[in-house]
Nanobody, 119 residues
């Protein structure tokens, strides 16, 4: 019904930048919220940034370095990551809370994209 496709991950040196993108497609009536989570090896998945109805929130560890933005016309969410650190290395997952016609609200996840910060 709904697919989230992420792109933009890769290998970057400390202090570098990456921009992640996530496009939602399918039988979408509207999207209430979109966000980014990450999971490092041996750790639980954690919220990185989320945008909902014009408001945004960030994990303390990324405030001032990461920026989430959204193109509603394209059902796409972006994550601009600057001043990357070793500890930002993780698989980054896109999420969306989608309103489906005649069904209601449901949460969807992307397949994940690897971000590796290494010198």
């Amino acid at each position: 019904q709904v697919q989230l496709v992420e792109s933009g991950g890769g290998l970057v040196q400390p202090g570098g930048s990456l921009r992640l993108s996530c496009a939602a497609s399918g039988s979408i009536f509207s999207i209430n919220a979109m966000g980014w989570y990450r999971q490092a090896p041996g750790k639980q998945r954690e919220l990185v940034a989320r945008t909902s109805h014009g408001s945004t929130n960030y994990a303390d560890s990324v405030k001032g370095r990461f920026t989430i933005s959204r193109d509603n016309a394209k059902n796409t969410v972006y994550l601009q990551m600057n001043s990357l650190k070793f500890e930002d290395t993780a698989v980054y997952y896109c999420s969306a809370r989608v309103v489906l016609p005649a069904i209601g609200t449901s949460d969807y996840w992307g397949q994940g994209t690897q971000v590796t910060v290494s010198s």
